[in-house]
């Protein structure tokens, strides 16, 4: 009888050996990156470096090692772009005279509307903000701009005082012809469990890059424009049709989709695809062939579909803006 108890006994401490050690094998198991990298049967594709217009040396892309937000050591593309596409002129951005028609102005982006920068809207400027400080134009109708670099750079700056008030700011390619910029995009997304903000935004998590992406020429979709300030110095900075406008350390860059960069066309009508977030992931227009919007769009403007796994839609042109966050990891 007693040992059949310390049989038993050996038996127990046995087992309970083997359960603690299995416990302590599971909780290790839970600790990896999986707490932050989404587990789904979506779809991934890897960034299609082939869609880039690399046949200039407007953009170049090599493939480097790289570090991501969630501590995934990976590959990613450098893609290293002028400050000048390849596929569309830039500006014009502000009309010469009240008199000018479309064509010789870009366009302004306010309350979610789009609006021809022409002659007609700089003359009507006080009633449109409702302020008569308003008055961008000499008794010959000509309008104020900047002339120069200098006055590129001077205008620019949010603390400018009434030098430059009421004047158009323009800022030409010629001024930023040396500028390049240099972006890391991940070759294969890795989607995460929760969105990360972008830097300058608000709320949890608001730590991650300012720019939203790259479209297919090399030029940024930056950040939204800082209309208020702008507006606030008694100064306007159009954009022109392609949605992009010039400043003298960022070169030209994009605030708005408006269709005029490249787009890929999708064969079963869903919109267009227009470049990749900086963590990625596909960034396509705001609508498809039929004029409609996704209706199952998350936080940051994304959703996912059989054909194209986890993608972005822009948001609508005038609401100076592209997607609102990033869900995927990005480059650091």
Not at 297 to 313: I, K, M, N, P, V
């Amino acid at each position: 009888m007693k040992t059949n108890k310390i049989v038993l006994k050996s038996f127990i401490l046995f087992c309970m050996i083997i359960l603690s050690f299995t416990a302590c094998n599971s909780d290790d198991s839970s600790t990896t990156d999986s707490e932050t990298t989404e587990e789904s049967d979506d779809l991934v594709l890897d960034v299609d470096a082939s869609l880039f217009l690399t046949n200039t040396s407007a953009v170049t892309i090599t493939t480097v090692p790289c570090t991501l937000s969630d501590g995934t050591s990976t590959n990613c593309y450098e893609i290293v772009a002028t400050s000048a596409p390849s596929d569309h002129e830039m500006g014009p951005w502000c009309p010469g005279n009240i008199s000018d028609d479309a064509s010789a102005g870009g366009i302004w982006l306010e309350s979610g509307e789009v609006y021809d920068v022409d002659g007609d809207f700089i003359k009507n400027m006080a009633d449109f903000y409702n302020d008569t400080t308003w008055h961008m134009y000499d008794e010959n109708g000509d309008i104020y701009t900047t002339e120069t670099e200098d006055d590129c750079a001077n205008a620019a700056n949010p603390n400018v005082g009434e030098a430059y008030e009421n004047f158009c700011v323009e800022c030409l390619p010629s001024y930023v012809t040396d500028i390049t910029q240099t972006y890391l995009i991940p070759i294969t997304p890795i989607k995460q469990t929760a969105p990360v903000n972008f830097s300058g935004g608000f709320g949890p998590g608001a730590s991650g890059p300012s720019q939203r992406g790259v479209a297919f020429n090399g030029v940024v979709f930056d950040a939204p424009a800082p209309t208020d300030a702008i507006l606030g110095a008694y100064t306007l900075a159009p954009f022109d049709d392609a949605g992009g406008h010039i400043n003298l350390a960022a070169g030209y860059h994009y605030h708005a989709a408006t269709g005029v960069s490249t787009q890929i066309a999708q064969e079963d009508a869903h919109a267009a695809m227009i470049g990749y977030a900086l963590d990625g992931h596909a960034i396509y227009g705001q609508l498809d062939t039929d004029g409609n919007e996704p209706t199952d769009l998350d936080a940051c403007r994304g959703h996912s579909d059989e054909t194209r796994g986890y993608h972005y839609h822009v948001d609508a042109a005038g609401n100076n803006n592209f997607i609102d966050c990033l869900y995927g990891a990005y480059a650091i």
